[in-house]
T-cell receptor
Framework: SAVISQKPSRDICQRGTSLTIQCQVD?????MFWYRQQPGQSLTLIAT?????????ESGFVIDKFPISRPNLTFSTLTVSNMSPEDSSIYLC?????????FGPGTRLTVT | GQQLNQSPQSMFIQEGEDVSMNCTSS?????WLWYKQEPGEGPVLLIA?????ELTSNGRLTAQFGITRKDSFLNISASIPSDVGIYFC????????????FGEGTQLTVNP
């Protein structure tokens, strides 16, 4: 299975600032996704990170708030912009390898 | 969007007991995946199912892809304290393409 690392593992940020989360995979993957998991909730898909083109966002998520980069097949970043306390969540990177989907360890974000 | 109804929401059991949880949908799913998430970690894939009626085991875990393709269950036999965590079902429906739909999770507590 793919090995996925994320940086940072956690952060505490002030409202109005931005945080960029990095996702690194140990092998080339075509499909890469970013999810949000709010406290005590299930996972919600933010967007599909497309290599070499703009990310595809799900309903309720916009590029200005969650810009995503995917410069190659092993790396992606998600930025949470102009943060508010409602953005406090775990953000998870996920990849598809074969017909299975794997998740990174997550980035726990607290916005004060 | 697609919804998966996962039950029960939580379970409190004694070590050694068997556990069963299930997911249902009003739509047909092409794959079913079962994940376990422990505190501070990302979801870990336990079992993947690809065919209606498929029954797959992974150690003490057994999962089945419902014959109607609208449900799946996960059984854990002879539970142990390290089984504690949140178990999520997830699947690909006909309309979701590569995007996974998640259930709300089952919080499992095992008392020694």
């Amino acid at each position: 299975s793919a090995v996925i690392s994320q940086k940072p593992s956690r952060d505490i940020c002030q409202r109005g600032t931005s945080l960029t989360i990095q996702c690194q995979v140990d092998s080339q993957v075509t499909m890469m996704f970013w999810y949000r998991q709010q406290p005590g909730q299930s996972l919600t898909l933010i967007a599909t990170a497309n290599q070499g083109s703009e990310a595809t966002y799900e309903s309720g998520f916009v590029i200005d708030k969650f810009p995503i980069s995917r410069p190659n097949l092993t790396f992606s970043t998600l930025t949470v912009s102009n943060m508010s306390p409602e953005d406090s969540s775990i953000y998870l990177c996920s990849v598809v390898q074969g017909s299975e989907q794997y998740f990174g360890p997550g980035t726990r974000l607290t916005v004060t | 969007g697609q919804q998966l109804n996962q039950s029960p929401q939580s379970m409190f059991i004694q070590e050694g007991e068997d556990v069963s949880m299930n997911c249902t949908s009003s739509s047909i799913f092409n794959t079913w995946l079962w994940y376990k998430q422990e505190p501070g970690e990302g979801p870990v894939l336990l079992i993947a199912l690809y065919k209606a009626g498929e029954l797959t085991s992974n150690g003490r875990l057994t999962a089945q892809f419902g014959i109607t393709r609208k449900d799946s269950f996960l059984n854990i036999s002879a539970s142990i304290p390290s089984d504690v965590g949140i178990y999520f079902c997830a699947g690909h429906s006909k309309t979701s393409g590569s995007r996974l739909t998640f259930g709300e999770g089952t919080q499992l507590t095992v008392n020694p």
